[in-house]
């Protein structure tokens, strides 16, 4: 959605849409009545609304009859017979949606619509009987985007026009690369059912679909691939490879005695499949609490399969549990013998820091210091050089330098990295020694007010009809037009003042990341910490008593500012809330508990991850906890404060296991603290305690 523009529909009507709330059909078409009634202006981008929402509920011939009633302005002509194409075909007037498609083609519409309307018209000629022409259209279409949808139907009109090995090549494009795909079992149908088979389907068919299915995270469709191979004459090491499968399959099942007999198999195979059944054994220890087996499991692998990639992570692994156990003279010998054996190993930067990290526990201060150099001065460009010089500065602190010794290393820091976890943590050790640290940033982030470009004028339009993921679409395709940081900054402003911080952000960081944290320009700066939906921000934080900065560190680590990202596991919006998470919080604020689209909701989402931050910090009292508990949970949180809540905070920090988990808390604190520096008014600096505290036993538990 783009804001701060006038709007054609209601601001009620238009939250309903963008929400996909069952009544905003009804909303639009009073208004369009309303519209009607008085002969307003409006009643083309009125109709163009209530349509598409007609269509979108599956009313294809109001749909049609709504927009084939008014013309829509100018600017939205190309979209308006889009979707009136679209309600034809639905209607089952195919001939005439390809009219319809074929004049937007003829209007010069924006790239992302074309390319849609090029499928559409084909899929309509190849509906309406004409084969040929529905070939010539899909072909390009196809090879311009090739979804699996766009392929299927490819494959069907190349059917129709006589082209038998092109049908055949399709169907088995959608049916292997994408098996879970609704096209896919009509695909395989059609090639091994009621004809001679186009190709053989065997092994590598359906290993490859198994394959599939199990990375969807559908195992009983995987089996029922595997199932299909018995009986079927298999080469030598292939039911090796097939036993893998299987196990993989039933361990998602939780059949874990059918999981471990296929693996027995799979160990007898050759060695590449044998040293990925042990890997997933081993894997499978590792997400267990008992470390002992994990990490014998491990030092198998690097013993056994010094050649392949699971030797390399379980030598790796092995020094990792020898750290995470307390073995750090153990964890110094392992990730040494790491380094040696696999030289070209993708982990080398992370074992010579993890190696370093065991040193520093040990307080082998010296030595620390020798494998963080030699870490820098191998991998210059890694993202762990920043942690490296602050080790290296701190563990001479910690051997008893003073403050002239190390606080011109820290200050290097500061300025090198300012916007990192480790700069912050310098900033806190030198004032710690009673010098004042460096400003991170010379001037703070600075929007600038400038006209709003040209190319931006179609999304403002579509936003003012509703049409709010064509109006996404158009934001995203003009910034992939954008090619230089100077093009970049002008762009990226435009779009912070039409709201739109989550594109704004995209677009820096692919254009303007050198001028925000190397030049540390503050223009440049200010798409990368927007006070993003300021209104909601500032109203939660004082309604729930949390720190609105903590709001936006969270914000911008969860979602980059973009309110209808969802991710994988379901969490939703600018606060990343999954569903069940908002339902716990709706009823402890006696709310009725929210539909999963609701979360999209700037508003009530920023409420909810307000609401649920300003819990975890009652009971954890410290941003790192409460950042801890709010990525991986409170359970963890509370465990990692008990078993090392005695070491210094910079410490603490390194040690929490979950890789994802140190790299949020990093990230989070980091970007607090430089949300105060920023827009503190004036006040004093964020001060982060570098202890750790006990968590309340009482509190937020989900």
Known sequence: MVAGVALG??????????????????????ELAACEAKKCPDAGRLALLAGTLALSDGQAAEARDVLSTHPPPPLLAPFHAFYLGQARFYAGDAVGAAADFARVLESEPPVEL???????????????????????????AAKAMPTPELVYQRGLARGASGNRAGQVADLLTVALRHPTH????????????GKKPAVKWGFAERTRRADGFLDAGAPRRALEELEALEGVKLAKGQPAAVALLRARAFFALKQDEDARKALAMAEKGPPDVAAQAALLVARRALRSDDNDKARALMAA???????????????????????????FADAVKAFSAFDQRYPRSRRRDEGLWFRALAHLRLEEYAKARETLEALVDAFPRSTMVPQARYWVARSRELEGAKADVVGPAYEALITSAPASFYALMANERLKALGRKPPAHFPQPPKQLELPRPPQLELAVELTR???????????????????????????THALLQLGEYGHAHAVAA?????????????????????RAFANA?????????????????????????????????????????????????AQRLAEPAPAPADLFSPERNIRYGAWYLSRLMERFGHPVLAAAAYNAGPGPAVKWAQERGTLPLDLFVETIPFKETRAYVKQVVADLFLYHAFYGNGTEPLRLSLTVPTPAKEGVTF
């Open 9 to 30: 529909q209601s601001p009620a009507t238009l939250e309903a849409v963008r929400l996909h709330k069952p009544e905003a059909a009804g909303l639009a078409r009073d």
């Open 114 to 140: 074309a390319a849609r309307a090029r499928a559409r018209l084909g899929e309509s000629l190849l509906k309406a009987g004409k084969a040929k022409e529905a070939s010539a259209v899909l072909e390009a």
């Open 182 to 193: 609704p096209y896919a079992d009509e695909a395989v149908t059609w090639l091994t059912s």
């Open 301 to 327: 692998l690097d013993v056994k399969y010094p050649s392949q990639p699971a030797g390399d992570e379980g030598a790796f692994f092995a020094g990792w549990l020898d750290l995470q156990g307390g073995r």
């Open 465 to 491: 009809a509703g049409l709010f993921r064509d109006a996404a679409d158009e934001v995203e395709a003009q910034a992939a037009r954008v090619r230089s940081a100077d093009q970049a900054l002008p762009f």
């Open 510 to 530: 692919r254009h303007l990341w050198g001028r925000a944290f190397g030049a540390r320009e503050p223009d440049a700066l200010a798409a990368f910490y927007p």
């Open 537 to 585: 921000v500032q109203g939660a934080a004082t309604l729930h008593k949390v720190d609105p900065f903590l709001v936006w560190a969270i914000m911008r680590r969860e979602s980059a500012f973009r309110p209808e990202v969802m991710s994988a596991a379901d969490a939703r919006g600018l606060m990343q809330i999954i569903p069940p998470t908002a339902s716990a919080i």
